[in-house]
């Protein structure tokens, strides 16, 4: 059987894709948790958030049952708390540097309780902001996305009046449509970019393209400032042969169908291979199998040493089924009427550190033939380097180079999130809107 | 193994572990199961003016997230028929002729009801009698319970009229509402009672519900003072123990300990500053008879640790080292040092000194994780950064004498040493 959908019953798809990580069950669940807090002074989750969120004030207003004190000490910092709770790599955040870590126990569960109350106030729609009056500023943000809802949300606190323009149908960015079905549901997504909206003072214009429905110049003649919060969103090409056979595939599109299609319509292969270990690789690994795929073979050129993605995301996948080779790259992809039908790796070894510092991997001569009806490549994402360079901003290779507080080449345009940084955590592209919205408030002198 | 068998006045049970006057004690099914878990003894559920109880009763103290801290009642006397009780007792006396079995007792105000109730209850076979002189709710309002325990006079005159009957030990019952339990423990042993037992609750308030805006209990809309107990009383007892120890007349009869006893460690505690034997109540109530399983072997084992051959090795052992603050010597000094390898850099220490003791501590900012020391000259060894450390043994106290001499607060206002300089 080759590349096909409808491989499973809408239950086994409904199991499959279920939430991951499950919520507390219930507030003594959450309170008990809680409870388990110290209350660290200057504590380093705080320090180890990209957001700065009170980690240890908003657990502490859980065990007091101020659970409405805690979702605004967390929205205050990170407006999409909420999502982030689900996402974050937190083995790698707050939760790694918990002080319980270095006691040898477990740290505390800081994104299940962010989680708690987060949804909650989503859930009940909890007013927790007001922005000030209109002061007849007006900004323009391209891209809803978490840099872009971020800066809006600030922004408008202060009384700034926002236009966001969205090329996609749905606000939410790389939250929406690129990240694990079983961490984020569609309707999580919406009712988090509404609950963001709910604050008042800014419009989202869905379907416009920057480049394409809007342009830079124009924005710029209409508005006070802009915010360009564009992410990546073109996946790196393998620049192998065959690469053009049908059957491969970027992750990239593979996680936005899955995203944006009911699951039973998503075409997935029998023996799928994916090329690359980041977190994107892995979602599209996991999801490869959770949609039905027989057997996903995942492939990285380097060693679990240099892998990019977490250990807990590696496990997930392992525990999925997914098969691993290590130290292996792709030469070619065969073909048999225009369809893949196998992917012929190079077996390597590590040699000196490269300019990432990580290992380089050298070839050794001998390969390895996969016999193969899908490839996914998530060998990396890159900017908009064509649309970027159109719009004549300083960039390194698409990558919009800017100072602090997201300030850009071009007065008056400021950019950040995945666009200036090349793709990073949700939770960074946040802290990006924070900052530009700091550096577009004192630019309007707000 | 340690002998534990315990002898109070000449009642003897298996160990010193008996159940206090209270639901748990009311009627002959619950004691038969405590005496099949192991308990050593009980205090039968006070005997008395017949009354009637309300619901709800109890009321609790969660504190973060852990259950029942304090606990809280509004129950009166025994609400079932004397004869009733009566019979009973005498049941179980049979079925279990090796444990003890004390009566609590509350009677009007008169010669006469004393003498009356305490001539059924001898009848019964019981092995002694407790004078509850400290109910602190219900029956105050018709002078009993805490009414008595509350006034030494009248106090001396309800012991002299029951032991102007008893033929068996009488063990009086103090209330803790009053600020010293000595006057009325002192009545009552020159009133003739053979042993005091302490504390009965405290009148309290356990909080109200945030919904309703009713205190707990919730009785129809409206509560009512209650009695306080649980291990969130415990300090309180100890100290009233210590007190009833340290006086030259009250030292002079066994003493029952009561108030927040849950762990053979706390009754090792009580036994320490003077307690013969411990009554145990809501740590009963919380998880059911069978903890005594727990209190008598872990007794046991530290009995055994420690050498200590029957339980009169080392009742009262820590009393005389409960002294004046005027006695303490001022030129003992301890510094707390971090143990840096063990710290983990939460800085509780720090900002509990810094906002509300000495600032003694140094911090250096690290991302993620700050380092602090002390600053041994600022440290006045108050012990705080100690108490809120969540590691094992990484603050700890290291002696710096001031002077090899001992010298207390009398000696150094005498020589005329200069204040203000720690």
Redesign the interface.
């Known amino acids: 059987m080759a590349i096909t959908n409808f491989r499973l019953t809408t239950d086994e798809y409904t199991e499959n894709f279920s939430d991951i990580h499950p919520p507390f069950e219930n507030l003594t669940a959450a309170l008990v948790e809680a409870n388990r807090c110290i209350f660290c002074y200057d504590a380093p989750c705080i320090k180890s958030c990209p957001t700065s969120i009170n980690v240890p004030k908003f657990i502490k207003q859980i065990a007091t049952e101020n659970i409405k004190g805690s979702a605004h000490t967390i929205f205050d910092s990170n407006i999409m708390g909420g999502g982030c709770s689900k996402v974050c790599p937190v083995e790698k955040l707050c939760e790694g540097s918990c002080v319980y870590n270095l006691m040898e126990e477990e740290p505390i569960q800081i994104a299940r309780l962010q989680r708690y109350s987060t949804e909650k106030a989503i859930r009940e729609k909890w007013p927790l902001f007001t922005r000030k009056p209109s002061n007849g500023k007006k900004v323009a943000v391209v891209g809803a996305g978490p840099a872009g809802l971020s800066c809006a949300h600030v922004l408008s606190r202060q009384g700034v009046d926002v236009t966001i323009y969205e090329k996609e149908a749905k606000g939410g960015g790389l939250m929406t449509y690129g990240i694990a079905a079983y961490k984020v549901t569609p309707e999580f997504c919406e009712d988090e970019v509404n609950y963001v909206l709910s604050l008042g003072g800014i419009e989202i214009n869905y379907n416009q393209e920057l480049g394409k429905n809007i342009t830079l110049p124009e924005l710029q003649s209409q508005y006070d400032a802009v915010y360009i919060g564009i992410g990546v969103g073109l996946a790196r090409q393998l620049e192998i042969p065959g690469e053009h056979l049908e059957g491969v595939e970027d992750a990239i599109s593979f996680i936005y169908d899955i995203r944006s299609k009911p699951f039973n319509q998503v075409k997935v292969g029998e023996n799928v291979a994916v090329i690359g270990m980041g977190m994107t690789a892995i979602d599209a690994a996991t999801q490869a199998k959770r949609l039905g795929a027989k057997q996903v073979t995942m492939v990285y050129r380097r060693t679990e040493a240099e892998m990019p993605c977490t250990q807990v995301e590696l496990d997930i996948a392992k525990l999925d089924g997914c098969n691993i080779i290590w130290l292996a790259a792709p030469k070619e992809v065969l073909g048999v009427d225009g369809k893949a039908t196998a992917l012929v790796c190079s077996k390597m070894i590590l040699g000196e550190p490269d300019a990432s510092g990580r290992r380089s991997p050298i070839e050794t001569g001998e390969t390895i033939v996969l016999e193969v009806d899908m490839i996914i490549k998530a060998a990396g994402q890159m900017p908009f380097e064509s649309l970027v360079s159109g719009l004549s901003l300083e960039n390194k290779y698409g990558k919009i180079t800017t100072d602090a507080h997201g300030v850009t080449s071009l007065n008056g345009v400021f950019a950040g999130g995945d666009c200036v940084n090349g793709g990073r955590e949700v939770v960074d592209a946040v802290q990006a809107g924070k900052d530009g919205a700091a550096g577009i408030l004192e630019f309007l002198s707000v | 193994m340690a002998d534990i068998s315990s002898n109070f006045l000449g009642i003897k049970s298996p160990n010193p572990f008996w159940l206090a006057s209270a639901p748990p004690t009311d009627k002959k099914i619950n004691v038969l199961r405590a005496f099949e878990a192991g308990w050593g003894g009980v205090v039968w559920k006070t005997l008395g003016t017949q009354v009637k109880n309300v619901s709800s009763r109890y009321s609790a103290v969660d504190y973060?997230?852990s259950r029942v801290m304090g606990f809280n009642n509004i129950e009166l006397i025994s609400d079932r028929p004397l004869d009733i009780n009566l019979i009973e007792i005498k049941e179980v006396l049979k079925e279990f002729p090796d444990r003890a079995m004390v009566v609590s007792l509350m009677a009007d105000n008169d010669r006469e009801s004393w003498h009356e109730l305490i001539k059924k209850v001898q009848d019964t076979g019981a092995h002694g009698l407790e004078l509850n002189f400290g109910c602190p709710h219900g029956m105050t309002e018709r002078g009993m319970g805490a009414a008595v325990g509350q006034d030494p006079e009248i106090a001396r005159m309800v012991v002299e009229w029951v032991m102007e009957i008893a033929t068996i030990p009488v063990i009086t019952k103090l209330t803790p509402n009053v600020h010293s339990v000595v006057p009325t423990g002192l009545a009552s042993v020159l009133g003739g009672t053979n042993a005091l037992s302490l504390i009965n609750t405290i009148q309290s308030v356990t909080g109200i519900d945030l919904d309703t805006l009713i205190p707990n209990p919730n009785v129809g809309g409206k509560s009512a003072f209650g009695g306080y107990c649980g291990p969130a009383v415990k300090p309180i007892a100890l100290k009233f123990l210590t007190t009833i120890a340290q006086n030259e007349i009250t030292r002079k009869v066994p003493v029952s300990g009561i108030g927040g006893i849950s762990t053979w460690k706390d009754a090792v505690e009580f036994m320490l500053l003077g307690a013969s034997n411990v009554q145990v109540c809501t740590a009963a109530m919380k998880h059911g008879f069978r903890i005594v399983e727990d209190m008598i072997e872990g007794l046991n084992y530290w009995m055994d640790d420690k050498g200590f051959k029957t339980l009169n090795d080392f009742i009262g052992k820590s009393v005389h080292t409960m002294s004046n603050w005027e006695d303490l010597d001022i030129n003992y000094h301890v510094i707390a040092n971090i143990n840096q390898d063990k710290c983990?850099?939460?800085?509780?220490c720090?900002?509990a000194c810094e906002d509300t003791s000495h600032q003694s501590i140094t911090?250096d900012?690290g991302?993620?994780?700050?380092k602090y020391t002390i600053k041994e000259e600022e440290c006045v060894g108050c012990n705080l950064c100690n108490l809120v450390c969540?590691?094992d043994d990484c603050i700890t106290m290291v002696e710096h004498r001031k002077a090899d001499e001992y010298m207390n607060w009398k000696d150094f206002q005498r020589l005329g040493l200069p204040l203000n300089d720690h």
């Not at chain 2, 983990?344 to 509780?348: D, F, K, N, R, S």
């Not at chain 2, 991302?367 to 700050?370: A, D, E, F, L, M």
């Open positions: 973060h997230g983990v850099h939460c800085g509780l720090y900002i911090l900012y991302k993620p994780y700050n969540p590691v």
